[in-house]
DNA sequence: CGCGAGGATATTTTT
DNA sequence: TATCCTCGCG
């Protein structure tokens, strides 16, 4: 049979019981995607299904595209009825449906973390919340948390008890939940819970929903949280038939509420289910599973488990360790361009640089620059994060829905109109006091006491939105989206703006553009294309939605973001106790965050096919000091003749400044520092340490604050030594801890700009700069010519006259006369 | 009401 | 180091 061609006997087994729960353990590369569309294949061809009863969530767009192609390569068109969906956009097309029984609009808004954080900066000023004592980001993500185990603020109340700062965040919890219903708005993890409890509170949904979805699969399972769990389970408790799979190993979002005990429980929800084990790896080298056995060996909490391959030894694992992170970012540039050269098959989309934070691909951004070889980041600030992409949604967002007050807030004085805060405040306070929204406000300005000559420019701001309402009724989208650009001024405010960005902006907004065009031309949901429809998809993408295989790139991106991934040759790199385990992690209580951490490592690892390099740095420059780490404990669980140490002398020095390091924080009589002293360099250091001037100050807590971890025990204290000149990084938890346990890492403050040079790449940056800022070429047309442009249609061209950026072209265009504009921006083309 | 200067503050990971 | 926020002046 055409389905199990390919499948070893583990798969088959998993493909074939269909009935009935079943658990996929399925280590890293071990085909359990291959599993999931075989089965989808099985059930539709074999079983008889009915496309539409089968239902298979992922947690990325991605990764569900993916799957859908798979399936349709397989199937083709007879699959086009399954859902194939992520758990966000999946909640989102119930919800949409549903949500007026929980008494919602169904063309609700949803809010990302920046517009959660402008709404709850409101919500704290209304209750009188001290956000220097409790941060907005602090609640959130308390709040968050709870919606993730479904906790509503009713219940965070009670359990709250008496606990202050607790009962504080309850306030807020509900406070921003009236607010978001006020603003007919969801956040993202209102998503799931408002999706459990609809199906929850009406009961005849939920059985619509279980009738639907007999089939359900469900990928990336450690990766579930409460939220997530309780969904699946409601929607697969009338059939049973519920494949989950996933791996333990890889769970690596606790942060975001991940429960590993979901998978590890499967069998206590599921008595009967079938658990297959996926052990075989089609990916990598054995080496290179050898190691991450022997480094995801060392946790406790996991079902154990231990890859294999028939792929043969492969090469070793490199190891090199650099000074600084500049000199690590430039090796790892020199060692692409080489392998490039020397191999003739080699392209640079076999290659992935690896980090755990994104602040780390700065300088590897950099260098690659310097050497000219082409990459992409993936993540970082998201492209929908940016200030004029966040504007121009915002514009969309309003003539959407103008019950979204943040939006409508965003984009009210932008660009400026000389509307100003009192005016805001006024109309803001009429709101409230009459129980609408802030634009039906506006709408009735001239009933709002103590608005004066603002009214006109009220009145101009609700008249522009209902026009562009209109405008929408008979128009595309991206004629709309042109419409507003124009009509609002912001795109003359964009370039007529000196901002050095301005150039970029007006890019970003151009690409915003063309996805828009884009995703008029290709929706395929039931409805259409529609605005409602393009700001959703917007909202749900995630950083590697956008990874492109065609791009012949070299790919920068965080551990997290690789997971699902694949490359010929990985580097990770800032492999240094303190980066990677992330000092953030190891701070936690118990070992759940070094586990976390050793995931994260194992995901890594496991992301390589022919092989992987490791690196670290001594030292490194962080928010402007340099940090002294010492090596990644993960790097000494990998055995030693695996790797090639091309740094065993260094190594060995490291292994030392580990030693040295216990010996200093440990000793009660630690050696002094010398007074006033600045240390660049670790032996400076250590000479430092040898004067015996001044004590090593006992790791002093910082004042208690709620949720605030141990920080850094500045060396202010010391007598003579200069504030900031160096620090040391307390330990585990140390601000419940007693004193004297032994600090992490070493703090540098340089000085002078001698000092900070070798961790800048101040030429690169220079470049860099250099490159973006080359003048565009000159249009093609000149004063004379005929042109057409997208909206305008035809014209002739009066002038084209070199600006700061870009070349300025003045037409008057037949239908609606003169027009001055940018000509990159413009994209007109000669007739 | 708009803008600039200067100070405080932050970096873990993301749907 | 880089961004954000607040404050004060024109």
Redesign the pocket.
């Known amino acids: 049979m055409r389905i199990f061609d390919k499948l070893n006997p583990e798969q088959q087994e998993a493909v074939r019981r269909t009935e009935g729960p079943v658990l996929i353990l399925a280590g890293a590369g071990s085909g359990k995607t291959r599993v999931i569309t075989h089965r989808i294949a099985y059930l539709l061809e074999e079983r008889g299904v009915n496309p539409w009863n089968i239902l298979a969530i992922t947690?990325?767009?991605k990764a569900a595209g993916e799957m859908r192609e798979r399936v349709d390569a397989m199937i083709g068109h007879g699959a086009a009825g399954v859902w194939i969906s992520?758990?966000?956009?999946l909640c989102v097309r119930i919800l949409r449906r549903h949500i007026d029984l929980l008494g919602y609009e169904t063309n609700f808004a949803i809010y990302?973390?920046d517009d959660q954080?402008t709404l709850m900066?409101e919500v704290c000023a209304r209750l009188n919340i001290d956000?220097?004592k409790l941060?907005e980001?602090q609640i959130l993500?308390a709040i968050?948390s709870a919606k993730n185990e479904l906790i509503t603020p009713l219940r965070f109340r009670e359990e709250a008890g008496t606990d202050y700062y607790q009962r504080r965040i309850g306030e807020c919890y509900e406070e921003y939940q009236k607010a978001l219903k006020k603003n007919n708005a969801l956040d993202?993890?209102d998503l799931?819970m408002k999706a459990v409890e609809l199906f929850t509170l009406h009961e005849q949904v939920l059985v619509s929903y279980q009738n639907r979805f007999r089939y359900i699969m469900v990928d990336e399972y450690q990766d579930t949280n409460h939220a997530q769990y309780e969904l699946v389970r409601l929607l697969a408790s009338a059939s049973r038939n519920l494949c989950v799979v996933g791996d333990d190993d890889q769970s690596?979002?606790?942060?975001?509420g991940a429960d590993i005990s979901n998978i590890l429980d499967f069998e206590k929800d599921y008595p009967e289910a079938l658990v297959v084990r996926l052990e075989q790896n089609y990916r990598s080298s054995q080496t290179i599973l050898d190691a991450a056995n022997s480094v995801i060996r060392n946790n406790e909490r996991r079902k154990d488990k231990r890859l294999w391959t028939d792929r043969g030894q492969g090469e070793k694992i490199r190891f090199r360790r650099f000074a600084t992170a500049y000199e690590e970012a430039s090796f790892v540039a020199e060692d692409i361009e080489g392998r490039i050269r020397k191999d003739k098959g080699a392209s640079y989309k076999d290659f992935a640089v690896l980090y755990?934070?994104?602040?780390q691909s700065?300088l590897i951004e950099d260098r690659l620059v310097l050497s000219s070889i082409p990459y992409n980041v993936?993540?970082?600030t998201?492209f929908y994060d940016r200030?004029e992409i966040r504007d121009v949604l915002a514009y969309l967002k309003t003539v959407d829905n103008a019950r979204d007050d943040l939006a409508v807030r965003r984009i009210l004085?932008v660009p400026?109109?000389?509307?100003?805060?009192?005016?805001?405040?006024r109309v803001a306070a009429f709101a409230v006091s009459e129980d609408m929204t802030f634009y039906e406000a506006m709408l009735r300005v001239n009933s709002i006491p103590g608005i004066g000559r603002?009214a006109s420019k009220i009145r101009a701001f609700t008249d522009m939105i209902e026009g562009f309402r209109a405008y929408g009724e008979d128009h595309r989208l991206s004629d709309l989206l042109g419409h507003i650009l124009e009509e609002s001024g912001y795109k003359a405010s964009l370039e007529d703006s000196d901002d050095e960005n301005a150039e970029d902006r007006i890019r970003n907004v151009e690409e915003l553009f063309s996805k828009l065009a884009d995703y008029e031309e290709h929706d395929d949901s039931e409805e259409g294309p529609s605005l409602s429809g393009f700001l959703e998809e917007v909202a749900?993408?995630?950083?590697?939605?956008s990874v492109e295989d065609s791009d012949n790139r070299v790919l920068l991106?965080?551990?997290?973001?690789a997971k699902g991934l694949e490359f010929p040759h990985v580097y990770i790199t800032g492999l240094e106790d303190g980066v990677f385990p992330?000092?953030?992690?190891m701070?936690?209580d118990g070992m759940e965050?070094e586990e976390?951490?050793r995931r994260?490592a194992y995901v890594g690892i496991t992301r390589a096919r022919e092989d992987l390099t490791l690196t670290a740095a001594q030292s490194r420059?962080?928010?402007?000091e340099v940090r002294f780490n010492p090596e990644s404990r993960f790097l000494s669980e990998i055995p030693a003749d695996l790797m090639d140490d091309m740094s065993a002398r260094g190594r060995r020095a490291s292994a030392r400044a580990r030693d040295f390091y216990d010996d200093i924080f440990s000793d009660e009589d630690a050696p002094p520092f010398e007074e006033g002293g600045r240390i660049t360099s670790l032996g400076a250091y250590a000479e430092s340490l040898r004067g015996k001037k001044a004590r090593v100050p006992e790791t002093s807590p910082r004042k208690e604050e709620p949720g605030k971890k141990g920080g850094l025990a500045s060396l202010s204290g010391i007598p003579g030594l200069q504030k900031g000149a160096a620090g040391l990084k307390s330990p585990a938890g140390t601000g419940a801890k007693p004193a004297g346990s032994k600090p992490r890492a070493v703090y540098v403050k340089?000085h002078t700009?001698e000092e900070?040079l070798p961790?800048?790449t101040r030429a690169s940056?220079a470049s860099a700069k250099k490159q973006a800022a080359a003048a565009p070429a000159a249009p093609d047309y000149g004063p004379g010519d005929r042109v057409r442009h997208q909206r305008f249609g035809e014209g002739t061209v009066l002038s084209v006259t070199p600006g700061p950026r870009d070349y300025k072209v003045a037409v008057e265009f037949d239908s609606c006369g003169r027009k001055v504009m940018y000509a990159a921006f413009a994209g007109m083309e000669k007739i």
């Open positions: 947690f990325t767009n992520t758990f966000h956009s990302d973390t954080k900066k956000t220097k941060k980001r993500s968050s993202f993890d799931l690596i979002y606790r942060f975001r755990r934070t994104n602040a700065r993936v993540g970082g998201n200030k004085n400026r109109r000389g509307i100003g805060q009192t005016t805001i405040s603002a749900l993408v995630a950083d590697i939605d991106m965080t551990l997290h973001s992330s000092a953030m992690a701070d936690e965050g976390e951490e994260l420059m962080a928010r402007g340089p700009a900070k961790y800048i940056r």
